[in-house]
């Protein structure tokens, strides 16, 4: 079964960090693109990084510079976002998403334009609350 599975979610005091973590079964991802998205209560989902294949070209929000690094480690098979100073607007469920090498991709700048830029496999999610 194809899927992407996301974990390190949890609750988390204002100013806090969490790291999020991204890993597949079916697939390698190492192959492919990863994007992370959230979507906060009552709010549509919206970009926050991505990350190419190998690892040398990232892409981030606006909204999240300074606060979210992406990064992976294809030997051990995983994406990670690193978020820091978190406050209670980082409050969503966080996806992570995988773009097949099959699409072409010409940069990253349009990585976080979804429907538009095309991702392949979802995972379910992981919540992130940021409460004191």
């Known amino acids: 079964q194809v899927q992407l599975v996301e974990s390190g979610g949890g609750v988390v005091q204002p100013g806090g960090s969490l790291r999020l973590s991204c890993t597949s079964s079916?697939?390698?991802?190492?192959?492919?693109?990863i994007g992370w998205f959230r979507q906060g209560p009552g709010k549509e989902r919206e970009g926050g990084s991505c990350i190419s294949s190998r690892g040398d070209s990232t892409n981030l929000a606006d909204s999240v510079k300074g606060r979210f690094t992406i990064s992976r480690d294809n030997a051990k098979h995983t994406v990670f976002l690193t978020i820091n100073s978190l406050n209670p607007e980082d409050t969503a469920v966080y996806y992570c998403?995988?773009?097949?090498?099959?699409?072409?991709?010409?940069?990253?700048?349009?990585?976080?334009?979804?429907?538009?830029?095309?991702?392949?496999?979802w995972g379910q999610g992981t919540q992130v609350t940021v409460s004191s």
């Open positions: 079916g697939f390698s991802l190492d192959y492919y693109l």
């Open positions: 998403a995988a773009r097949s090498p099959s699409r072409i991709t010409t940069g990253l700048s349009m990585c976080l334009m979804t429907p538009g830029f095309r991702y392949d496999y």
